[in-house]
């Protein structure tokens, strides 16, 4: 059998691949946090997907009718038998089916394709409880999902506009305008300039390179991609410097995990997990590696009996306000109010940082646009002015 072993070394998260027929008759690596069955799959498409809106409306209307004191297999029932989509019914199905066998809440793989977070979140909730606070839980989650993408969605539409805007005012000026010039120019009718020289090798140097450049690009994204996936090492490198390296870029990102960790935290001790619990269930909902390893550094000093404050303190994560709230909640155990607290900072700092980025791409996209009209002026339009000109004279 194959299995795949998650464990932690020198405060990081590493993982690695075991042949062997039992694991009775192996030895673990030291502080193994969590060991993985690989079953070889067949490749079978997906059946059914489910977008962020379509499930978080499900898990809404089922939160709604817990808190109306129906139990969840009737709840699941009244909804799939509510519903005309044949995909929704077969997934609240399946629900319901493994509900009733004592599965937990869980879902056919294969068959359903559903947001990682769902599934991230369902192996907490078979693990630790209460269903229907569970739930309430997931639905919340699923909320703050979508209002993230909405947010980007907001933030970014119009600049994202722009940007195309500009790429096809490129792609019409190259092969739409500059051709129709490229006569006059051969012919030294219009007396070229610098600009018109350096216009007219780079629509050249493009026509001719172009489609080498996108595919040289294109490997090169394909490679890095499957590195990626194959390459724990490699995975925690991309991770540590999209979180750490990119300007402006990497502010929002680790914002908007910092502002994610809190939530779920939050989220979790509302519906009675105790903090450790939320703590460790972070590794299920937390995609990026360099913060999973701080999480595990996290939860292993706290293990070893420090304070959770100079847990949080040691991995350089959190700025000083953060800090003295955990250390306040810590001392006056409530810490639920505190993350709340937190959660609310971060939000507020992760919205102002994506409202600043979005303020600022659109001027930077309107010089570029205005630096390339000005450009084609100075290339083609003055030098037909100056030849009108000499024809007039």
Same mark, same amino acid.
């Given at each position: 059998?194959?299995?795949?072993?998650?464990?932690?070394?020198?405060?990081?998260?590493?993982?690695?691949?075991?042949?062997? =027929?039992?694991?009775?008759? @192996?030895?673990?690596?030291?502080?193994?946090? #969590?060991?993985?069955? $690989? !079953? %070889?799959?067949? /490749? &079978?498409?997906?059946?059914?997907?489910?977008?962020?809106?379509?499930?978080?409306?499900?898990?809404?209307?089922?939160?709604?009718?817990?808190?109306?004191?129906?139990?969840?297999?009737?709840?699941?029932?009244?909804?799939?038998?509510?519903?005309?989509?044949?995909?929704?019914?077969?997934?609240?199905?399946?629900?319901?089916?493994?509900?009733?066998?004592?599965?937990?809440?869980?879902?056919?793989?294969?068959?359903?394709?559903?947001?990682?977070?769902?599934?991230?979140?369902?192996?907490?909730?078979?693990?630790?409880? =209460?269903?229907?606070?569970? @739930?309430?839980?997931?639905?919340?989650?699923? #909320?703050?999902?979508? $209002? !993230? %993408?909405?947010? /980007? &969605?907001?933030?970014?539409?119009?600049?994202?506009?722009?940007?195309?805007?500009?790429?096809?005012?490129?792609?019409?000026?190259?092969?739409?305008?500059?051709?129709?010039?490229?006569?006059?120019?051969?012919?030294?009718?219009?007396?070229?300039?610098?600009?018109?020289?350096?216009?007219?090798?780079?629509?050249?140097?493009?026509?001719?390179?172009?489609?080498?450049?996108?595919?040289?690009?294109?490997?090169?994204?394909?490679?890095?991609?499957?590195?990626?996936?194959?390459?724990?090492?490699?995975?925690?490198?991309?991770?540590?410097?999209?979180?750490?390296?990119?300007?402006?870029?990497?502010?929002?990102?680790?914002?908007?995990?910092?502002?994610?960790?809190?939530?779920?935290?939050?989220?979790?001790?509302?519906?009675?997990?105790?903090?450790?619990?939320?703590?460790?269930?972070?590794?299920?909902?937390?995609?990026?590696?360099?913060?999973?390893?701080?999480?595990?550094?996290?939860?292993?000093?706290?293990?070893?009996?420090?304070?959770?404050?100079?847990?949080?303190?040691?991995?350089?994560?959190?700025?000083?306000?953060?800090?003295?709230?955990?250390?306040?909640?810590?001392?006056?155990?409530?810490?639920?109010?505190?993350?709340?607290?937190?959660?609310?900072?971060?939000?507020?700092?992760?919205?102002?940082?994506?409202?600043?980025?979005?303020?600022?791409?659109?001027?930077?996209?309107?010089?570029?646009?205005?630096?390339?009209?000005?450009?084609?002026?100075?290339?083609?339009?003055?030098?037909?002015?100056?030849?009108?000109?000499?024809?007039?004279?």
């Amino acid at each position: 059998m194959k299995y795949k072993v998650y464990y932690q070394e020198n405060s990081r998260l590493c993982s690695k691949i075991i042949i062997c =027929d039992s694991l009775d008759d @192996i030895q673990l690596p030291k502080n193994t946090i #969590k060991i993985k069955k $690989e !079953v %070889k799959t067949k /490749f &079978k498409k997906t059946k059914y997907s489910f977008d962020t809106k379509e499930i978080y409306q499900i898990f809404y209307e089922l939160d709604l009718m817990l808190d109306s004191n129906i139990d969840v297999t009737t709840s699941l029932n009244i909804l799939r038998n509510n519903r005309k989509n044949k995909k929704h019914k077969e997934f609240l199905k399946d629900l319901s089916n493994n509900i009733k066998n004592a599965k937990g809440l869980n879902y056919d793989e294969q068959k359903f394709k559903v947001d990682y977070i769902v599934k991230s979140f369902f192996k907490i909730v078979n693990k630790n409880g =209460d269903l229907n606070l569970a @739930i309430k839980a997931l639905s919340k989650l699923l #909320k703050f999902q979508l $209002e !993230v %993408k909405n947010s /980007f &969605k907001k933030a970014f539409f119009y600049p994202f506009v722009l940007l195309l805007t500009l790429i096809f005012s490129i792609l019409a000026i190259f092969y739409f305008v500059l051709p129709a010039f490229e006569p006059l120019i051969n012919s030294s009718a219009i007396k070229a300039n610098n600009a018109t020289v350096l216009l007219y090798a780079l629509k050249e140097f493009l026509h001719m390179y172009i489609f080498y450049i996108i595919l040289f690009f294109s490997m090169i994204l394909l490679s890095l991609y499957i590195f990626y996936k194959t390459s724990d090492n490699f995975k925690y490198v991309v991770s540590k410097i999209v979180i750490t390296k990119i300007p402006l870029f990497s502010k929002i990102v680790l914002e908007f995990e910092l502002y994610k960790i809190f939530i779920i935290l939050n989220i979790l001790q509302k519906a009675n997990y105790e903090f450790f619990d939320t703590l460790s269930s972070l590794r299920y909902l937390i995609k990026n590696k360099y913060l999973l390893d701080k999480i595990s550094l996290i939860e292993t000093l706290i293990k070893s009996g420090k304070s959770i404050s100079f847990a949080f303190e040691i991995t350089n994560l959190f700025d000083g306000f953060v800090l003295n709230l955990i250390n306040t909640g810590e001392k006056s155990n409530n810490l639920s109010k505190v993350t709340f607290e937190i959660e609310k900072v971060y939000k507020i700092s992760f919205e102002n940082k994506v409202k600043s980025l979005s303020f600022w791409i659109q001027p930077i996209v309107f010089l570029l646009i205005m630096g390339l009209i000005l450009w084609i002026i100075y290339a083609i339009f003055i030098p037909m002015w100056s030849m009108s000109d000499m024809i007039k004279f």
